[in-house]
């Protein structure tokens, strides 16, 4: 989850999804939802052949946290529910908000890798 579930959160349910298919479960969400997916981001996850421009951001839900096994925040400070028992991963990355591609791209390549550790970990538990 991010802010607005228009980039970062995005991208990340877009790469486990992708690398994970129906093994695990993905949900991205945010506590402030924009009005669309940040078109530099549909942009950069384009290059990497999978496709944004269907996705719309969502809100986050206490039931959403609350059937989570891991929780992945990406700039959302204290407006995130925590709940006991859950775990928390939180990453700290740029935020993509009004930059372009070329900017977004570092970003995007960040969180493929750390997806790829996640995934191969959630996957051998």
Not at 22 to 46: Q, S
């Amino acid at each position: 989850m991010c802010v607005h579930n228009a980039a970062r959160s995005q991208m990340a349910a877009a790469f486990l999804t992708h690398l994970a298919g129906d093994r695990i479960e993905v949900r991205a969400a945010g506590t402030a939802p924009a009005d669309a997916v940040n078109p530099a981001a549909i942009a950069a996850m384009a290059e990497v052949g999978i496709d944004l421009s269907a996705q719309t951001p969502k809100g986050l839900t206490a039931e959403t946290v609350q059937a989570s096994d891991v929780v992945i925040t990406m700039g959302c400070g204290d407006t995130c529910p925590v709940f006991p028992g859950k775990r928390y991963l939180d990453w700290k990355l740029d935020d993509p908000a009004r930059q372009d591609v070329e900017a977004v791209r570092p970003i995007r390549d960040e969180i493929e890798q750390r997806i790829r550790i996640l995934r191969t970990e959630l996957q051998t538990r």
